[in-house]
C-alpha cells in the first residue's frame, strides 16, 4: 500500500499547497450565492412548510460545492500531469489501476468535503438548521463526492488539453449541478420538466441530501440512495477499465 498512500498524499498535498484557490475561494462563492439568492427570494419562496427559503437553500449550495470540488480535483490534477509530461512518475511505479484509482478518488474526496464543510460552517450563520438524520448526510457526501471524482477522472483521462476539461466542466458538470434543485425543489416546475429532472443523477445527489437536514425530499431517500450507488458503480467501472487499458495514458 506504499504507492497508493504516496499518491494519495501528493495528491492531497497538491490541493492543500493552494487552499486560498482550491478551498477558500469556493466557500466565499458559496455565500455570495447564499447572501444574493436568500435576500432575493427569502420573503417570496417557501419550498417546505416550516423551512425558510434560506435555510433551504444552504444544504444544495454545500452539496454543490461538494460535487464540483470532488470533480475539479481529479479532473485538473490528472490534465496537469498530461500537459506538463510529469504524468509518467505515476505510471512508471508498480502501481495498480486499483491504486491509482483510489488515490485519485479518496484525494477529490477529501477536497470536496473540506469545501462543503467550510461552506456550511459559515453559511449556518445565517440560517437555522435542524439535522434530521444526520446518517443520511455523510452518505450523501461521501457517494456525491466520490461519484464526481470518478467522473473528474473519466474526465482527465479522455481530455488532451484544457479547453477540452473545460467543456465538459462548463456542458455537463454545470448545467446538471445547477438544474438538480439547488435553488429550488422540482415541484415548482411544469410536469415536463419535473420528468427530465428525474433524468438527472445530480438531483438524487442533492435531494438525498437535503433530505437529512429537514426529513423532507422531492423523492424517498432510499430511491435516491440506490440511483446514486447504481451510477457511482457504473462510472467506477467504467474508470477502472479506462485505466487497465491506459487509455490515452500509456499511448
Do not use: C
Amino acid at each position: 500500500m506504499t504507492g497508493f498512500q504516496t499518491l494519495l498524499y501528493k495528491e492531497v498535498l497538491r490541493f492543500w499547497k493552494v487552499a486560498t484557490q482550491t478551498i477558500s475561494a469556493p466557500i466565499l462563492t458559496a455565500m455570495l450565492y447564499l447572501l444574493i439568492f436568500g435576500h432575493v427570494l427569502e420573503d417570496h419562496v417557501q419550498v417546505y412548510p416550516q423551512v425558510r427559503y434560506t435555510s433551504f437553500l444552504i444544504p444544495g449550495l454545500v452539496m454543490m460545492s461538494v460535487l464540483q470540488n470532488s470533480f475539479a480535483n481529479s479532473s485538473s490534477s490528472l490534465i496537469q500531469s498530461k500537459i506538463t509530461g510529469n504524468l509518467v512518475f505515476v505510471l512508471l511505479p508498480p502501481l495498480s489501476h486499483w491504486e491509482i484509482f483510489g488515490a485519485y478518488v479518496l484525494a477529490s474526496v477529501v477536497r470536496g468535503l473540506a469545501v462543503g464543510a467550510g461552506v456550511l460552517l459559515i453559511t449556518a450563520w445565517f440560517a437555522k438548521l435542524s439535522f434530521v438524520a444526520p446518517w443520511w448526510i455523510v452518505v450523501f457526501a461521501l457517494l456525491g463526492a466520490a461519484m464526481l471524482g470518478t467522473m473528474g477522472l473519466i474526465a482527465g483521462i479522455w481530455a488532451e488539453k484544457f479547453d477540452q476539461l473545460a467543456a465538459f466542466q462548463n456542458f455537463l458538470i454545470m448545467p446538471a449541478t445547477f438544474l438538480s434543485g439547488v435553488f429550488y425543489s422540482i415541484h415548482s416546475l411544469p410536469p415536463f420538466w419535473q420528468s427530465v429532472s428525474r433524468f438527472n443523477p445530480f438531483f438524487y445527489m442533492i435531494d438525498g441530501f437535503r433530505y437529512g437536514f429537514f426529513g423532507q425530499s422531492d423523492v424517498n431517500p432510499s430511491i435516491s440512495f440506490s440511483i446514486v450507488i447504481v451510477f457511482f458503480v457504473l462510472l467506477a467501472a467504467f474508470a477502472i477499465r479506462l485505466l487497465k487499458t491506459g487509455y490515452k495514458l500509456r499511448h
